[in-house]
C-alpha cells in the first residue's frame, strides 16, 4: 500500500508520481519545473523521532500493551460480544423462517422448492444392482398415509415419501380427497410406527399429487430426487408403500414402457391424466403415493395407478403387472408451486376433445371456447390433432397428457388435419388451477 492510501499527503517539495513507462507530458500554462534538491523526510509514526536523532522512543505508560499486541482484557470482551450476537442471529432467523411460512396456508414456503431441504446425491453407487440396498436407504423415507374416508377416521389408506427436512411428505391426491373435504383428519405413520398429524398444503387433482405438512416429520430423512427422464425400458426399479395395509413393504420390477398416456378416474369429471412411467412392479391399493425408485436409490415416480380389465384405475382392483408412476418433473413442478401458493396450476387450451375415440388417428375437437388459446390460434369444430410439437398424438387422452406434460406461457405447435389438409397451429398455453 503507497502512503497517499494510508492518508499521508506529499511533502510540501515531493513531485507527483510518474509511471515509469509513460514519457512526462508538461503542463500548456505552468513555468519550466525543475526537479528538487532534497527529498522531504518520510511520515513519521507518532512517538517517535525522525531517522539521524539519538533520543529513543518514551517507554509505553504502566499497564499498557506493548506496540504490536492486543490486551488480554479484550478477548472476554469478544467472547461475551460473539456469544451474544450468535443468538441475536439465531433469534432474527428464526423470526425470518417465521415470516417466510407464516401465511394463510401451514407449511407453505414463500420461496417453494427452493427455500426447503430437498436431497438429490443418489445414495448409491451406479454399479449397484440390490434391492436390499435400495430398500435399505428409501425405507426410513417411505411413510404411510391414514386419512379419514367416508366419515371413518383411518378409512383410507395410502402411501408417501419424505420430500425434505421441513415437515413435507408427497403423496395422492386421491388418498387424501375425502378428507380434504370433509376437513377430516389425517395421520402420517413412519417405518417405526410413529403417528404425527398432518395438514394439506395443497393438492393437485389434475396431476393427482398433494402435499402435506407434519409438524413432527422434520426428523424424518428425506428421500433422494431423481429424473425419469432418463430411464430405459426393462430398467430395474423398486416400488414402497404399503398395499392393503402392511406399512413398509417393498416390491420390485422394471420399466415396462416410458410416456404412456393413462387416466385415473372413473369418469370424465374426476380423471387425473398422466404421462405415466409404467412399471411390473407389484402395486396394489394402498400403495398409492408411495415412491418408484431406481436402483441407485433415487425416487423416479409417485405410484398413482394400476391397469384393470376395465381399464386403468386408483380403485380397489389387484395388481396384474401392470402398474403406473407419476414422473418426478411433474412432482417437482406441482410441489413447487403448491408450497408456494398453496395450490397447483396445469396448462389448458380452451377447447373440449374426444376422450373415448381409440382408432389412433388422433384428437378429434369437439368444441372451441371464445377468447381461449385455442380460438386465438385458430383451432376449430372438428379439426384433428395428429402431433403436438412433432410429436404423434392417437387419442384425446394423449392430447391432454401432451399438453399438460408443459407449462403454462409455452406455446405449442400442433399439427392439424382440416378438410383432408395438414396445417401446423402455434398454440400458447393458458393456466388454470387444479
Known amino acids: 500500500?503507497?502512503?497517499?492510501?494510508?492518508?499521508?499527503?506529499?511533502?510540501?517539495?515531493?513531485?507527483?508520481?510518474?509511471?515509469?513507462?509513460?514519457?512526462?507530458?508538461?503542463?500548456?500554462?505552468?513555468?519550466?519545473?525543475?526537479?528538487?534538491?532534497?527529498?522531504?523526510?518520510?511520515?513519521?509514526?507518532?512517538?517517535?523521532?525522525?531517522?539521524?536523532?539519538?533520543?529513543?522512543?518514551?517507554?509505553?505508560?504502566?499497564?499498557?500493551?506493548?506496540?504490536?499486541?492486543?490486551?488480554?482484557?479484550?478477548?472476554?470482551?469478544?467472547?461475551?460480544?460473539?456469544?451474544?450476537?450468535?443468538?441475536?442471529?439465531?433469534?432474527?432467523?428464526?423470526?425470518?423462517?417465521?415470516?417466510?411460512?407464516?401465511n394463510d396456508t401451514v407449511g407453505a414456503v414463500a420461496s417453494g422448492l427452493d427455500g426447503v431441504d430437498t436431497v438429490s446425491t443418489p445414495p448409491l453407487a451406479a454399479d449397484n444392482g440390490s434391492v436390499a440396498a435400495v430398500a435399505q436407504e428409501l425405507l426410513p423415507s417411505t411413510v404411510q398415509i391414514s386419512a379419514e374416508y367416508d366419515g371413518t377416521k383411518g378409512g383410507a389408506t395410502g402411501s408417501g415419501f419424505v420430500l425434505d427436512r421441513q415437515?413435507?411428505?408427497?403423496?395422492?391426491?386421491?388418498?387424501?380427497?375425502?378428507?380434504?373435504?370433509?376437513?377430516?383428519?389425517?395421520?402420517?405413520?413412519?417405518?417405526?410406527?410413529?403417528?404425527?398429524?398432518?395438514?394439506?398444503?395443497?393438492?393437485?387433482?389434475?396431476?393427482?399429487?398433494?402435499?402435506?405438512?407434519?409438524?413432527?416429520?422434520?426428523?424424518?430423512?428425506?428421500?433422494?430426487?431423481?429424473?425419469s427422464q432418463g430411464l430405459r425400458v426393462g430398467e430395474g426399479v423398486v416400488a414402497f408403500g404399503s398395499p392393503l395395509g402392511l406399512s413398509s413393504t417393498v416390491t420390485a420390477g422394471i420399466v415396462s414402457a416410458l410416456h404412456r398416456p393413462v387416466t385415473t378416474g372413473e369418469s370424465a369429471d374426476d380423471s387425473s391424466y398422466i404421462n405415466a412411467v409404467?412399471?411390473?412392479?407389484?402395486?396394489?391399493?394402498?400403495?398409492?403415493?408411495?415412491?418408484?425408485?431406481?436402483?441407485?436409490?433415487?425416487?423416479?415416480?409417485?405410484?398413482?395407478?394400476?391397469?384393470?380389465?376395465?381399464?386403468?384405475?386408483?380403485?380397489?382392483?389387484?395388481?396384474?403387472?401392470?402398474?403406473?408412476?407419476?414422473?418426478?418433473?411433474?412432482?417437482?413442478?406441482?410441489a413447487d408451486q403448491i408450497l408456494r401458493t398453496g395450490e397447483a396450476r396445469y396448462p389448458v387450451i380452451g377447447a373440449k376433445v374426444q376422450t373415448g375415440r381409440d382408432d389412433g388417428t388422433g384428437a378429434e375437437i369437439d368444441e372451441v371456447l371464445s377468447g381461449?388459446?385455442?380460438?386465438?390460434?385458430?383451432?376449430?369444430?372438428?379439426?384433428?390433432v395428429t402431433a403436438v410439437d412433432g410429436e404423434r398424438v392417437t387419442d384425446g387422452i394423449a392430447l391432454i397428457v401432451a399438453i399438460r406434460a408443459h407449462q403454462p406461457g409455452e406455446t405449442l405447435e400442433f399439427t392439424v388435419e382440416r378438410g383432408g389438409e395438414e396445417q401446423k397451429?402455434?398454440?400458447?398455453?393458458?393456466?388454470?388451477?387444479?
Not at 372 to 384: C, F, M
Open 1 to 102: 500500500m503507497n502512503d497517499d492510501a494510508q492518508g499521508r499527503e506529499p511533502g510540501p517539495t515531493e513531485p507527483p508520481a510518474e509511471s515509469p513507462d509513460e514519457p512526462t507530458q508538461p503542463y500548456a500554462t505552468a513555468p519550466s519545473w525543475v526537479p528538487p534538491t532534497s527529498q522531504a523526510p518520510p511520515g513519521q509514526w507518532a512517538g517517535f523521532p525522525p531517522p539521524g536523532t539519538q533520543s529513543m522512543p518514551a517507554p509505553p505508560a504502566r499497564h499498557a500493551s506493548p506496540a504490536g499486541r492486543v490486551p488480554g482484557w479484550i478477548w472476554p470482551v469478544i467472547a461475551v460480544l460473539a456469544l451474544v450476537l450468535g443468538v441475536m442471529g439465531g433469534v432474527v432467523g428464526g423470526a425470518v423462517y417465521d415470516q417466510v411460512t407464516d
Open 167 to 227: 415437515g413435507h411428505v408427497i403423496t395422492n391426491n386421491h388418498v387424501v380427497a375425502e378428507a380434504a373435504a370433509d376437513d377430516g383428519p389425517i395421520e402420517i405413520v413412519d417405518q417405526d410406527g410413529n403417528r404425527f398429524e398432518a395438514t394439506i398444503v395443497g393438492r393437485s387433482p389434475v396431476y393427482d399429487l398433494a402435499v402435506l405438512y407434519a409438524e413432527g416429520a422434520k426428523g424424518l430423512k428425506p428421500a433422494s430426487l431423481g429424473a
Open 278 to 334: 409404467q412399471t411390473d412392479a407389484a402395486i396394489n391399493p394402498g400403495n398409492s403415493g408411495g415412491p418408484l425408485v431406481d436402483l441407485r436409490g433415487r425416487v423416479v415416480g409417485v405410484n398413482s395407478a394400476i391397469a384393470t380389465t376395465g381399464g386403468s384405475s386408483s380403485g380397489e382392483s389387484g395388481n396384474i403387472g401392470v402398474g403406473f408412476a407419476i414422473p418426478i418433473e411433474q412432482v417437482r413442478i406441482t
Open 372 to 384: 381461449t388459446p385455442a380460438e386465438k390460434s385458430g383451432l376449430k369444430k372438428g379439426d384433428v
Open 425 to 434: 397451429v402455434q398454440v400458447t398455453l393458458d393456466s388454470e388451477v387444479g
